[in-house]
Structures are given as structure tokens and as C-alpha cells.
């Protein structure tokens, strides 16, 4: 609809989708010109070769680097993580779900943050 209101006021463009072919990463942008037409960008599809990247410089546009998703999952506590579960931390933890309201929160003991013996052998 503004694409179709932009072209009849006299601007030229159209609409580019980056990453079409994603799910999370596209995004459309409202490409509008004015004047005689002239060059339209293309979207990106992330295949692209260093030939590509050579023309976008020739071109003089700006080449954004560094779209790549950030990996989420479990990771195991290792180093500054593993520290961060002290008894100070949970304390503090726990006054500020206090303070937000939550009311399942556990009362604080002599045993609050402590490690379990471990069950079995």
C-alpha cells in the first residue's frame, strides 16, 4: 500500500527483502528514489561470493558484516559462571524477586546456598 502510494506521488524504488529465505533474520526495507531511475539494490541471501562483495564496494554502499545467529543453548558452568551462584548472589537474587512481587520464593536458611551431598554411593 505505501509502495503503491509512493509510485503514483512520482518516487521510483520498490520494496527489498533481506534474507528472504530466513525465518528470523528478514527484514524489509522501503527502498524510495526520486528522479530518473536508476540503480536498485538487491536483497541479500547469504551466499554470497567475494565477487559480490567487490561490486558493493565499487558501488560506494555500505556492507554490513557479522549477521551470523548467535548460538543459544545449555553450556556448562565453567569459570566466572560457576562463581556467580554464591550464597551472596542467591540472597540477592531472591530479595529482588521478593521486591518484583513473586511469592513461591523460598525462605532463607543456614542451608541457603550450600551444595547437596551427593545420593548413592
Do not use: C, N
Not at 526520486?34 to 565499487?58: F, L, R
Not at 551472596?88 to 513473586?102: E, V
Amino acid at each position: 500500500m505505501m509502495v503503491a502510494a509512493a509510485m503514483k506521488v512520482g518516487f521510483s524504488g520498490g520494496l527489498v527483502v533481506d534474507y528472504p529465505h530466513s525465518t528470523r533474520a528478514k527484514k524489509f526495507f522501503l527502498v524510495l528514489m526520486v528522479g530518473p531511475s536508476s540503480y536498485v539494490p538487491q536483497a541479500k541471501t547469504g551466499e554470497e561470493s567475494d565477487s559480490d562483495a567487490e561490486m558493493d564496494v565499487d558501488m560506494g554502499e555500505v556492507r554490513v558484516e557479522g549477521r551470523q545467529r548467535k548460538r543459544h543453548g545449555k553450556h556448562k558452568q565453567t569459570g566466572s559462571d560457576a562463581q556467580l551462584k554464591t550464597k551472596g548472589w542467591i540472597l540477592k537474587k531472591k530479595a529482588q524477586m521478593r521486591t518484583k512481587g513473586y511469592l513461591s520464593i523460598p525462605v532463607d536458611s543456614k542451608y541457603t546456598g550450600r551444595k547437596r551431598k551427593q545420593k548413592g554411593f
